[in-house]
């Protein structure tokens, strides 16, 4: 096969061409209708032949790379805003707040403790590992604060090991656990023991069979006692929780990342934690529901959406089995998803209060409510239209919560609520606040999608306004459930800072007007997700926000298969488009990294009906001969275990093959790291490679943001 230059490629001098890539993978019949695979053998990252492909994909990117002016600066410049991030709300336990700390000129974030008013580093990962490719996935304090349970990964893998620290030492006191992870770790009141999710050696059984195991600290993990998971399939993930006085276990069942839950409960002073007796509390039942534990028994609290697709708080029983039998404390409210709830019981309060945090169309909003009635008593007024994160506090009742704010110019920074008072602040305990970036507005755009249904897009520019057609990116995700709530971008401020529009499109398949708007994008209906995110860049162009021809799309993961879609649908549309970690070919995605699991997203190939609908959208399939592709950057990482590199390496090949376009399409491949956690510069490089592959091809000088 001859070897072709990549378009826009400059002096031919200087110029390499795209790696030779045989089409010589099959084409099967899959229910009746050949499919074409050309690209099979790039499955395979260590056949010798993807590997020197994969070489001279590396050698077309560095040169690709060093025509970007200013890429150096623009890395400094990411670090910086990056340098602000990460705050998150304290675990408060026994007397001492911990939580993860990431400070200025910090690569990774450290696990500390502050106690009487004092900070100090439990936990900084370089210390183990210098190189910085091993991260903190994890934590959880036992309830009276003497110990840690800390998990790691190394190289991106998110394969995490487990180990319990000495809360006043750093000591390491038990471990290494290996074959969890992100393990929820429940722990018993004695500190001496633990509930944690484990998967089964390999030699016992093939697949990814996880089971929930009691440990005890100090002895080894072989001898931990199993207490569910037996029989059930490889595909559910459990989770597990306990009351702080350690009276009640909670396990939760689910079916991959299906949006329904079953949960069963066991009183543990009848039988003891070792022989857990676990009684049925919600089987079958189409929802997702979360269990609130509180000390000192009582009823339990709930956040689920059984009958409320938006979300409702009710309270039950603990053998109150199924929805039918549960109270509604706090109802479903039109207009808004919920997304949190915390309790505060202390002696301070004349009446227990529920905390309660909504979003209405992706924008958080925090109200207080009587927790015996669930009547709405006030509402906390939040610094400006963001999102709040998880509620955080005392295991043993009180006055005070905690939580983390941030919107999309505001990096995180973690609040403090005096229910006593009603004062919201800064928690002192926190990195100092940063400053919300200057020279970036933010409005939020009403779309119309192609069936009439309202989408809701954010846009950030200079002035606020569609003043005149500026370079514009597009990003989205769509799936799972997950919102695109408002969050600091710091890719997006030195893009606005120097002319451009940035806009997230809320399209459906996200959850950010509940369960309904994530059905209504998965499955049988994914094609409106794709639907909503071609109406918001039409949206973007007919506005006059965006100027024809300078439109780009970026996506990772599962937004990566959305850009992707976008693509392959209406190339004439883009003028760069960007694709990090993302599904490709979404007939075989099913077999491999985590893509078993997402079989209630998307649906199977197994089934003739579901299969017709991955092909059809699928955009590794959708690559035609002769279309003129825009500039095309895939970016993938050789330790990412949810979306097989592969994806990205098959879809560089049939786009080097089949498009005429004068963009080139190029491969970023980074090593040493993964879908998740990062180090800072890590993460700052690749911000800036991939704002200045849209920057160069969409024609803004991002220079023009040369500083803070």
């Not at 938006?310 to 479903?332: K, Q, S």
């Not at 926190?430 to 009439?452: K, L, N």
């Not at 994530?518 to 860049?537: I, L, Y």
Request: aromatic share 6%.
């Amino acid at each position: 096969m001859t070897v072709s230059p990549p378009r826009d490629a400059g002096p031919a001098s200087a110029r390499p061409g795209y790696p030779a890539a045989p089409r010589t993978g099959p084409v099967e019949i899959i229910h009746g209708r050949p499919v074409a695979d050309p690209y099979r053998w790039l499955e395979d990252a260590e056949d010798p032949a993807t590997a020197a492909w994969s070489a001279a994909q590396d050698r077309l990117y560095a040169w690709e790379e060093a025509r970007r002016p200013g890429l150096e600066a623009l890395r400094g410049r990411m670090a910086e805003l990056l340098a602000g991030g990460g705050a998150a709300p304290p675990a408060v336990r026994g007397g001492r707040e911990f939580r993860l700390r990431r400070e200025a000129g910090r690569e990774l974030a450290v696990l500390a403790v502050r106690e009487g008013g004092r900070t100090r580093v439990l936990l900084d990962p370089l210390d183990a590992d210098p190189s910085g490719t091993t991260v903190i996935d994890a934590w959880e304090p036992s309830w009276e604060g003497g110990l840690v349970a800390v998990q790691l990964s190394s190289g991106g893998t998110e394969q995490s090991v487990l180990r319990v620290l000495d809360a006043v030492t750093g000591a390491v006191v038990d471990g290494p656990v290996d074959r969890v992870r992100r393990s929820p770790v429940a722990w018993l009141p004695d500190g001496r023991s633990f509930y944690y999710v484990r998967r089964l050696p390999p030699e016992r059984t093939p697949g990814r069979h996880r089971r929930v195991y009691l440990h005890e600290v100090g002895t080894p993990a072989d001898r931990d006692t199993e207490v569910f998971g037996a029989g059930r399939p490889e595909t559910q993930y459990y989770t597990v929780a306990t009351s702080p006085d350690g009276r009640l276990l909670v396990v939760g069942a689910s079916e991959g990342t299906a949006p329904r839950t079953d949960l069963w409960t066991a009183d543990l002073t009848a039988t003891g934690p070792d022989r857990p007796v676990l009684r049925p509390f919600q089987q079958g039942t189409d929802a997702r529901t979360s269990v609130r534990l509180r000390p000192g028994g009582g009823p339990l609290l709930l956040r689920t959406t059984a009958g409320a697709p938006r979300g409702r708080i009710a309270e039950a029983r603990p053998d109150a089995t199924g929805p039918g039998r549960w109270r509604t404390l706090v109802g479903e409210r039109p207009g808004t998803v919920l997304q949190d709830f915390a309790v505060l019981d202390g002696p301070a309060l004349k009446r227990p209060l529920l905390v309660v945090v909504r979003t209405r169309h992706a924008v958080g909003e925090m109200t207080l409510h009587d927790a015996r009635t669930g009547a709405r008593t006030g509402s906390v007024p939040l610094p400006g239209q963001g999102t709040v994160t998880r509620l955080t506090t005392r295991q043993d009742g009180g006055h005070e919560a905690w939580f983390s704010y941030t919107d999309h110019i505001t990096p995180t920074t973690v609040l403090h609520f005096d229910a006593v008072t009603g004062r919201l602040g800064p928690w002192a305990g926190g990195p100092p606040a940063a400053p919300p970036a200057e020279g970036v507005r933010v409005s939020q755009e009403v779309v119309r999608s192609g069936d009439g249904t309202e989408v809701r897009m954010f846009v950030m520019s200079p002035t606020g306004v569609p003043d005149r057609p500026r370079p514009a990116v597009l990003t989205g995700y769509g799936g799972f459930g997950a919102s695109m709530t408002p969050g600091f971008t710091p890719q997006a401020v030195p893009w606005v800072r120097a002319g451009g529009v940035y806009a997230v499109a809320c399209v459906r398949g996200g959850g950010e007007e509940g369960e309904a708007w994530h059905r209504a994008g998965r499955r049988e209906h994914k094609q409106h997700t794709f639907e909503d995110f071609d109406a918001a860049a039409d949206h973007l162009l007919a506005g006059g926000w965006a100027a024809p021809g300078r439109l780009g799309v970026l996506g990772s993961s599962n937004g990566g298969l959305l850009a992707g879609a976008a693509l392959t649908r209406r190339p004439e549309m883009y003028g760069a488009v960007v694709c990090a970690a993302p599904l490709l070919d979404m007939v075989r995605y099913e077999l491999s990294g985590m893509g078993a699991s997402w079989r209630d997203e998307y649906g199977s190939a197994e089934d003739p009906t579901e299969f017709a609908r991955l092909l059809a959208y699928s955009p590794y399939h959708r690559v035609r001969r002769g279309v003129r592709y825009p500039a095309v950057l895939l970016a993938v990482f050789d330790g990412d275990t949810r979306v097989d590199p592969a994806h990205a390496r098959k879809m560089c090949a049939a786009l080097q093959w089949a498009g005429t376009g004068d963009g080139p399409v190029v491969l970023r491949t980074e090593r040493g790291v993964g879908h998740g956690t990062r180090g800072i510069s890590r993460s700052a490089g690749l911000y800036a490679d991939v704002m200045a592959f849209l920057a160069h091809h969409l024609g803004l000088d991002l220079t023009k943001d040369a500083s803070g």
